[in-house]
């Protein structure tokens, strides 16, 4: 089957760094997806990875091991409007995005 | 502002009664996906729509009737819900939903709780 895991729900302090990891075992592979969500919104898109490596965007990077099945991503100088759900998805072979649960993210002062 | 716009925003229902969701995109994408989020747990793909025809149908129960009438709109209508459909429905819309890096923009949502 189609699996994707990430944490719950994670806590990190204003101005600290905060890596929120993202395993995945998917029939095909054709990229990785990290969405942002505050509570009541719509999914906003933050990153997309093919190939293995670091993404950066800002304070923002994602990280991609396809031997591994496995990404993170990483967000530095946390503030506070930073506290969101952030979503891992992947695209498989049929181009559809299986999601993970997605991982609360509460920071604090 | 994604650039995808979904009404209503909240959804009282009983469960003999008929309602629609809309969803419409302002990006000239043409293809619009249905999801349902239900507390923590993943999004689930409902409907997709290629270039206004239905391309994929993931099991959902026939109570839920999806209508694509232009690439730009789509409906998801509703009818003898169960308590247990009450979630986030969000509408989503992309290029063209055939390639890697086609990446998918999400309207704000309905919240249905059917009583």
């Known amino acids: 089957g189609q699996n994707i895991d990430q944490p719950t729900e994670m806590t990190a302090t204003e101005g600290a760094i905060v890596q929120i990891n993202c395993t995945y075992q998917?029939?095909?592979?054709?990229?990785l997806f990290w969405y942002q969500q505050h509570a009541g919104e719509a999914p906003t898109f933050l990153s997309y990875?093919?190939l293995d490596g670091l993404e950066e965007k800002g304070r923002f990077s994602s990280f991609l091991s396809r031997s591994k099945g496995y990404s993170y991503l990483l967000l530095k100088e946390l503030q506070m409007k930073d506290s969101a759900s952030y979503l891992c998805?992947?695209?498989?072979?049929?181009?559809?995005?299986?999601w993970g649960a997605g991982t609360k993210l509460i920071i604090k002062p | 502002e994604t650039g995808v716009t979904q009404t209503p925003r909240h959804l009282v229902m009983g469960m003999t009664n008929k309602k629609s969701l809309k969803c419409e995109q302002h990006?000239?994408?043409?293809?619009m996906y249905w999801y349902k989020q239900s507390a923590k747990k993943p999004l689930e793909l409902m409907f997709v729509?290629?270039?206004?025809?239905?391309?994929e149908n993931n099991s959902v129960p026939s109570r839920f009737s999806p209508e694509c009438p232009n690439s730009s709109h789509l409906f998801l209508h509703l009818h003898t819900l169960q308590p247990e459909d009450s979630a986030l429905y969000l509408c989503?819309?992309?290029?063209?939903?055939?390639?890697?890096?086609?990446?998918?923009?999400f309207g704000p949502g309905t919240r249905l709780t059917v009583l």
């Open positions: 989503a819309s992309s290029q063209d939903g055939t390639s890697g890096a086609d990446t998918q923009y």
């Open positions: 990006l000239g994408h043409n293809a």
């Open positions: 729509y290629n270039f206004k025809e239905q391309t």
């Open positions: 998917t029939s095909g592979f054709n990229g």
């Open positions: 990875n093919v």
């Open positions: 998805a992947v695209m498989d072979s049929n181009y559809q995005l299986i």
